[in-house]
């Protein structure tokens, strides 16, 4: 059965550091892979996704994400964290029907120290 | 700007009473979807309108039931809340393409907060 699994509940970071939030799939055939983040009492928002091609996808907010199909992993990045960035970050792969369904990791929760 | 929405943002009923959710788009998207989400876990499909066909997951209560009149609307009502119905609804959209739609972004709402009495 198709799975994601985020193994990081919870990560502290400080403003201005690097930041990976990880990411792994179970999923037979090319996933569709997707990052959302949510800030709180809002909905989802899109990163970035990655169907084929450059394995190294830039999304928007500065976040970047780099498929290992070898790992099969879909780890999010980004250089310089900002206090802004502190939200709930879902990871989600599509790819299992042909109605756009989506499986969700149970999150990240991202805090930002000063 | 194109986009989700969802109404009202914070819905309190009270225990047993029937309550509907809102939510309308502007993106022209062919299917809708509805989820539930609880404090901090991850959004849990309801069910979703791929156009007017409508598909229930499995472990979807009864007591769950979804409307959509157009294109544009789409509707979830709950017939007798429960208070572990009390959670966050979010709606969201995609592109159905009719081969495949599973490498379309979905699009979310705000979503909206029930609390139950």
């Known amino acids: 059965a198709q799975s994601v699994t985020q193994p990081d509940i919870h990560i502290t970071v400080s403003e201005g550091a690097s930041l990976e939030l990880r990411c792994n799939y179970s999923?037979?055939?090319?996933?569709?892979l997707f990052w959302y983040v949510q800030s709180p009492g809002q909905g989802l928002q899109l990163l970035l996704k990655y169907f084929s091609g450059d394995t190294l996808v830039q999304g928007i907010k500065g976040f970047e994400a780099e498929f290992k199909r070898s790992q099969s992993s879909f780890n999010l990045r980004k250089p310089s964290v900002h206090w802004s960035d502190a939200a709930e970050y879902f990871c989600?792969?599509?790819?299992?029907?042909?109605?756009?369904?989506?499986?969700f990791g149970q999150g990240t929760t991202l805090q930002v120290k000063p | 700007d194109a986009m989700v929405i969802q109404n009202p943002r914070y819905q309190v009923t009270q225990f047993g009473k029937p309550v509907t959710l809102s939510c309308s788009q502007t993106?022209?998207?062919?299917?809708m979807y509805w989820y539930q989400q609880k404090s901090s876990q991850a959004p849990k499909l309801l069910f979703h309108?791929?156009?007017?066909?409508?598909?229930n997951e499995a472990d979807t209560p009864d007591n769950f039931q979804s409307r959509r009149p157009n294109t544009s609307f789409c509707f979830l009502d709950i017939r007798s809340p429960g208070l572990g119905d009390a959670a966050m609804y979010l709606c969201?959209?995609?592109?159905?393409?009719?081969?495949?739609?599973?490498?379309?972004?979905?699009?979310f709402g705000d979503g909206t907060r029930l609390s139950i009495l």
């Open positions: 999923y037979g055939a090319t996933p569709y």
């Open positions: 969201a959209t995609s592109r159905g393409t009719g081969f495949s739609s599973s490498n379309q972004p979905q699009h």
């Open positions: 309108y791929y156009d007017k066909d409508f598909n």
């Open positions: 993106l022209n998207h062919n299917v």
């Open positions: 989600a792969v599509g790819g299992t029907s042909n109605t756009g369904k989506l499986i």
